[in-house]
């Protein structure tokens, strides 16, 4: 998979990140997506990446900011989920986890629907910390969507990286900065 998106939407994520620091900023990433897969010669299958053969591409036509609204409530509700022990107090700081409000992500969806669009993916920072998924990202993660990671070090953006679920795993995704990142 591929990510498209233009320098100004690269710009408009580093800046949230920045602005949020030193806790995690997060939002959604709203465009299209090009499903492709290269034909495959059978007597290269056992050759061949099978990352490689996934052509599909992700247009990022709207970056759409989201508040942060990790809270206790949340961090009580997720201990399961990311296997903290019962004896351990649920860790309630923005700096290293994220959350986006179910009723925010619904309107996220219904303003896409409204622009013939989709959610492709999710953004978020990591303050003093590299552009790489946290295990607790993994664990929330959904295989679909691509997941732009921004390391926002003394609150300035540094890097910024795309990754995709495989397999329960993150892997890197590409990201090409492009002109018009596809509103046409």
């Given at each position: 998979m591929v990510l498209y998106l233009s320098p100004i939407q690269q710009q408009q994520i580093a800046s949230h990140a920045e602005q949020t620091y030193p806790e995690e900023c997060c939002g959604l990433l709203l465009g299209r997506l090009e499903r492709q897969v290269a034909p495959v010669d059978s007597d290269l299958i056992d050759t061949l990446d099978p990352l490689g053969l996934d052509q599909s591409r992700r247009w990022l036509v709207e970056v759409y900011p989201a508040q942060n609204t990790w809270n206790a409530e949340v961090a009580a509700a997720m201990t399961d989920l990311m296997e903290v022990s019962l004896n351990q107090t649920p860790d309630l700081s923005k700096r290293r986890h994220y959350w986006i409000d179910p009723q925010e992500l619904f309107a996220a969806q219904r303003h896409a629907r409204q622009q013939q669009l989709d959610i492709i993916g999710i953004y978020h920072s990591h303050p003093d910390h590299p552009a790489i998924p946290s295990e607790s990202d993994r664990r929330v993660a959904w295989a679909e969507y691509a997941y732009?990671?921004?390391?926002?070090?003394?609150?300035?953006?540094?890097?910024?990286?795309?990754?995709?679920?495989?397999?329960?795993?993150?892997?890197?995704?590409?990201?090409i900065l492009t002109p018009d990142s596809g509103k046409s």
């Amino acid at each position: 998979m591929v990510l498209y998106l233009s320098p100004i939407q690269q710009q408009q994520i580093a800046s949230h990140a920045e602005q949020t620091y030193p806790e995690e900023c997060c939002g959604l990433l709203l465009g299209r997506l090009e499903r492709q897969v290269a034909p495959v010669d059978s007597d290269l299958i056992d050759t061949l990446d099978p990352l490689g053969l996934d052509q599909s591409r992700r247009w990022l036509v709207e970056v759409y900011p989201a508040q942060n609204t990790w809270n206790a409530e949340v961090a009580a509700a997720m201990t399961d989920l990311m296997e903290v022990s019962l004896n351990q107090t649920p860790d309630l700081s923005k700096r290293r986890h994220y959350w986006i409000d179910p009723q925010e992500l619904f309107a996220a969806q219904r303003h896409a629907r409204q622009q013939q669009l989709d959610i492709i993916g999710i953004y978020h920072s990591h303050p003093d910390h590299p552009a790489i998924p946290s295990e607790s990202d993994r664990r929330v993660a959904w295989a679909e969507y691509a997941y732009v990671i921004v390391s926002v070090r003394q609150g300035v953006a540094q890097d910024m990286l795309c990754w995709s679920l495989d397999q329960q795993q993150f892997q890197p995704e590409v990201m090409i900065l492009t002109p018009d990142s596809g509103k046409s």
